[in-house]
């Protein structure tokens, strides 16, 4: 049964991240050749992933005390399927901007509710593990697309709406399956009453009153703004550098993920939470600097080794993060905790990195196109900065709270 239940949870996180990527990976390439978006408009539309997180509080606090997270998972996949069929069929900013939206408002609270119900079912520290199989779903879509370009015999497929026709057929087959996954019920109290604090997660903070936990709050929103560059923007950067597999190459950097999520556990354990989170930042550093040599030198194959880092930053920092997150919160937070995490660092922080990084792309061109060496050189400033703060204002949990030795 233990086995089954596995297998159950390694399913749920392949199809939900597989939903995502299929769509959002291309999207801003997507965007860019759409002959009623604006520059700056892209921005906007790019920080629905933002806005949508902000629902994940709400939601977590809906698992926490109404409703089983498992039908949960499922009414907001058929939503997020209605929502993305809405936007294909656009043919302005304002619909597109609306429907979109509406899609990420269904979708992004679902990466706290697969968390809380793979961390209700299965140990913390085997969490990882369990989330490897969401970026084998993200590879998934990379195949996709170029079996895809080939069957369609267009090198601009990753540019049309295609990607979300498949999308809607992920996020209705996901659906049907969250009805069969572990039931997980409500673990809090549904008769107390539900304050403001509950619903933007300010409980998880004033409950805990530990310092540490709000410096990292503070410090992943800082590390997700620079972040932002890679992950909003990537398919963009790819676009002027004229990859025909955009999708593709994006998710050269979820082949390296699968290794280094496989190992998070095994790093938790014998280097504790602040070294792991450490590596991370020193990851995203890295990635930066080899992609601002690579357009400095102009070596594309710089390009690569620039993503490859990008497993140890979401293994080591924001998987990390999330098991972090689940060890310090009391019992009956943990679904609003995981919603808090998602919307303060896909809501507040890739909303402040998708406004600052499309103001630089904006304001700073060569050729008409985004002045990246610059863009990837501020990234590599920022970070450095971010690097100093966290070892100097971080420390591990106490082992009470953290297990941890």
């Known amino acids: 049964m233990k086995n089954l239940t596995f297998i159950k949870l390694g399913i749920m996180m392949f199809m939900q991240y597989l939903l995502l990527a299929v ?3 291309p999207f801003a390439a997507h965007l860019n050749v759409l ?5 700056y408009q892209i921005g906007l539309l790019l920080s629905a992933m933002a806005f949508g997180s902000m629902a994940a509080p ?3 606090v809906i698992a926490d005390r109404y409703i089983s997270s498992e039908k949960l998972l499922a009414v907001l996949n058929l939503l997020v399927a209605v929502f993305l069929f809405l936007a294909t069929i656009q043919t302005g900013f304002t619909g597109l901007m609306i429907t979109v939206t509406l899609a990420m408002l269904c979708y992004m609270p679902s990466w706290g509710i697969t968390s809380s119900i793979a961390m209700t079912h299965a140990s913390s520290e085997q969490f990882p593990r369990i989330r490897l199989m969401g970026s084998i779903g993200w590879i998934a879509s990379a195949l996709f697309s170029i079996v895809a370009i080939h069957v369609f015999n267009s090198k601009d497929f990753d540019t049309t709406r295609l990607p979300m026709y498949c999308a809607i057929f992920v996020a209705v087959f996901s659906a049907f399956f ?5 039931k997980t019920p409500p673990t809090a109290d549904k008769s107390s009453k539900t304050s403001i604090a509950d619903i933007f997660g300010l409980k998880v903070i004033s409950s805990l009153k530990n310092k540490y936990f709000n410096r990292f709050i503070l410090l992943t929103i800082l590390t997700v703004i620079p972040f932002a560059l890679l992950y909003s923007f990537g398919s963009a950067f790819l676009q002027d550098e004229q990859f025909k597999y ?10 390296a993920e699968l290794f280094f999520l496989f190992i998070t556990t095994s790093i938790l354990l014998k280097f504790g939470f602040k070294n792991a989170l450490t590596f991370g930042l020193i990851a995203l550093l890295f990635q930066y600097i080899a992609l601002y040599l690579g357009v400095e ?12 880092p990008h497993g140890l930053i979401f293994g080591l920092f924001f998987v990390a993060g999330q098991v972090y997150t689940d060890k310090v919160v009391p019992h009956e937070f943990k679904a609003q905790a995981q919603g808090f995490l998602a919307f303060i660092t896909w ?3 890739i909303l402040l990195g998708n406004m600052i990084c499309g103001w630089l792309m904006n304001n700073f061109k060569v050729d008409n196109h985004a002045d990246w060496g610059l863009l ?7 970070t450095l900065v971010i690097i100093v703060l966290f070892m100097l204002l971080f420390k591990n949990p106490a082992p009470a709270k953290a297990n941890e030795k």
């Open 376 to 382: 990837f050189a501020c990234a590599s400033a920022a």
């Open 35 to 39: 002959p009623y978006i604006e520059p």
């Open 178 to 182: 969250n009805l069969f996954l572990p």
């Open 246 to 255: 955009i999708t593709a190459t994006m998710n050269i950097r979820q082949i």
């Open 347 to 349: 809501g507040v922080g």
């Open 58 to 60: 709400l939601v977590g």
């Open 23 to 25: 769509w959002w990976v």
């Open 297 to 308: 030198l102009g070596q594309q194959a710089l390009y690569y080794v620039g993503l490859l």
